[in-house]
Antibody
């Protein structure tokens, strides 16, 4: 059974940093594209970053230059380093498993909440 | 970036009704279109990929159609557990983009 378990969320001050993790199990992690998708309170879904099996990375304009996605295939773990956080980054952050090298998010974790506030 | 326009943004229906949600892409995306269901306080759940392929375990009351720029999700015989918010997403190219969502209410 595929499982994705996000962690690392919390309360951070504007301008601060957080590092999110997503521990994956139940599939061959190294073979799949992975993504981070966020959802601000009461809002829709926003894809923010993706990484392909060969570690090509992609970012939404809203986070480019501030967030960095990475993966550790030996530990089946996905990361998102978030710097220069603002109130607009307050959201529930989901980790999603792609269908092989595709963007299609076939499985999702339960999310980790990031709150940016002073 | 490819823009996804979903309509309606909300709809009211009764148990037993059939409803259709539409999604339009700002440019052709072949059949690289997925539909997701999200219930309050829960993570999104994948229903359909490649415009019409049901994911494992998804009941056949859900169906998708379309190709290119225009797509639809149809839900037949609505049951209480189907009342949720539905999102489309194109995944042809980066960045993958979501529609704004359709809230299906009783």
């Amino acid at each position: 059974e595929v499982q994705l378990l996000e962690s690392g969320g919390g309360l951070v001050q504007p301008g601060g940093s957080l590092r999110l993790s997503c521990a994956a199990s139940g599939f061959s992690f190294s073979r799949n594209a992975m993504s981070w998708v966020r959802q601000a309170p009461g809002k829709g879904l926003e894809w923010i970053s993706g990484i392909r099996p060969r570690a090509d990375t992609y970012y939404a304009d809203s986070v480019k230059g501030r967030f960095t996605i990475s993966r550790d295939n030996s530990k089946s773990t996905l990361f998102l380093q978030m710097n220069s956080l603002t109130a607009e980054d307050t959201a529930l952050y989901y980790c999603a498993k792609g269908q092989e090298d595709s963007n299609y998010a076939e499985c999702w974790g339960q999310g980790t909440l990031v709150t940016v506030s002073s | 970036d490819i823009q996804m326009t979903q309509s309606p943004s909300s709809l009211s229906a009764s148990v037993g009704d059939s409803v259709t949600i539409t999604c339009r892409a700002s440019q052709g995306i072949r059949n690289s279109l997925a539909w997701f269901q999200q219930k309050p306080g829960k993570a999104p759940k994948s229903l359909i990929s490649a415009a019409f392929t049901l994911q494992s375990g998804v009941p056949s009351k859900f169906s998708g159609s379309g190709s290119g720029t225009d797509f639809t999700l149809t839900i037949n015989s609505l049951q209480p557990e189907d009342f949720a918010t539905y999102y489309c997403q194109q995944y042809l190219s980066y960045p993958p983009t979501f529609g704004g969502g359709t809230k299906v209410e009783i």
